[in-house]
């Protein structure tokens, strides 16, 4: 196993829409098992059989992805009990918030792989207008429990772009129970500055249509304007 853009994407999907849980036996008190397990809507299913492709071709991980029949939920899960030396060795974590392994940082197609990643994940991506130049404004958001510090220092870096981390409330319901909770928006801007990296090294690794097309979108607006 070596770096590359393909793992660096599936850990950045793991990483901001997947869990990652260890199973204990009751009797022994050791690890039974260690799953990634993923529960997403039909938007974003193209993400998810990414990922199922991805973990076939880098670990051998076959593992089927079926709905559930109550919700718009669509279930997916593998074992990497014995991966994760694997996973130490290449600085691989899964705990929250998302941080990039440091192989990650060095190349720019596995920073824009990672981070497009999240972007399908746990991101979102919409557009704007300044009213005071009349341009389209272009404003990505990840969304994590915590605080995301680390993740802000490589984006801050490697995009050369502004950004802000902002402490939010959510709500959600699970089960007809109303769920509230804390979180951060880490919010940064696409650019003149980093079109480029966006356009190179971002963008093929996309999977969900209306965050790539909002992208898209963006990218044309600019160039436009260049001409």
Known sequence: ????????????????DGSFKSYINKKTGKIKDVRISFGVSTKSLPMLKKVQKLSILLFNR???????????????HICVKSLLHLFDKLDIKFKDP???PKWCLDEPNFFGAYLA???DGDGCIWLTIDKKYKTLVCRAKITSRLEQKELAEAIKEKLNCSLRIIPVKSTSILNG??????G????????????KFLERFIMPHLTIKHKKKRLEKYISHRLAAVV
């Open 1 to 16: 196993m070596k770096p590359s853009s393909n793992l660096a994407y599936w850990i950045g999907s793991v990483q901001s």
């Open 62 to 76: 076959k593992s089927g992805i079926w709905k559930e029949r109550k919700r718009d939920l669509w279930d997916y």
């Open 98 to 100: 998302p941080r990039p």
């Open 117 to 119: 990643g999240l972007i």
């Open 177 to 182: 129970r109303l769920i509230c909770g804390r």
């Open 184 to 195: 951060f928006n880490l919010e940064f801007l696409f650019s003149s500055k980093n079109l």
